[in-house]
């Protein structure tokens, strides 16, 4: 999906083997870029689904560095001070290492800013220790709070289609949803939710295997 704008970073970088592109094209179909990608739109069941670790927190650093084995490819490697996980292992500290190819990226740590606050739907680590948000910015929450001091969570995409057809597979799996929750679902806009809706989502699709 990605292979194109590997093959055109690929040419500026000079000592480049054939067994190292061929490595760096399967790395871009397991973890594509966060910015510039075309991913599939997923609703929030799905994107549950999909990760093997929620958590909520903040970022206490991102460091854009290359890959340990593989110095070619440039990656960022983000530390977490976790204060609440929604599926997997609970942890009070999170490091994960995230496979960045866009200039822009590299400029700003792909985004992840200093003390932060985010909600983080994450995909198993790969083979070689990469791993990033499922359906990438889809799967990063932003955590802000209104003037009333109520936290809301929005994702890269501004939330759309976060909870779309969600209600009709929670009835066809057998899942009750929260009042509030269905509601989200009928609405169908985007736009920041508030967290406790969000992390009550998640905890009911996380329950079903």
């Known amino acids: 999906m ?48 999909e990760s093997t670790l929620i958590v909520r927190g903040y970022v206490a650093s991102a460091k854009v560095e290359p890959h340990p084995q593989f110095h070619n490819l440039m990656t960022v ?36 800013g200093k003390n932060q606050e985010l909600l983080l739907m994450l995909g198993p680590v790969s083979q070689y220790g990469l791993r990033s948000p499922v359906g990438l910015e889809q799967g990063r929450f932003r955590i802000t709070r209104d003037a009333n001091g109520n936290m809301l969570a ?31 679902a009928r609405g169908g806009a985007g736009g920041p939710v508030p967290l406790a809706d969000l992390n009550d989502a998640i905890r009911a ?5």
Do not use: C
Request: no cysteine.
């Open 77 to 112: 490697l983000v530390t977490m001070n976790v204060e609440d996980t929604l599926k997997g292992t609970a942890q009070k500290k999170l490091q994960f290492r995230q496979y960045i190819w866009d200039i822009r990226d590299q400029l700003d740590a792909a985004q992840y």
């Open 2 to 49: 990605y292979a194109s704008a590997v093959m055109y970073q690929s040419r500026s970088l000079s000592r480049l083997r054939v067994p190292f592109l061929i490595l760096l094209l399967t790395f871009t179909t397991a973890l594509p870029a966060q910015r510039g990608a075309l991913t599939t739109s997923q609703s929030i069941d799905e994107l549950t689904q």
């Open 205 to 209: 699709f996380a329950r079903v295997k």
């Open 154 to 184: 929005v994702n890269g995409r501004g939330n759309v289609h976060l909870f779309q057809s969600a209600e009709q597979r929670a009835q066809a799996r057998g899942i009750k949803l929260s009042a509030r929750v269905a509601a989200l």
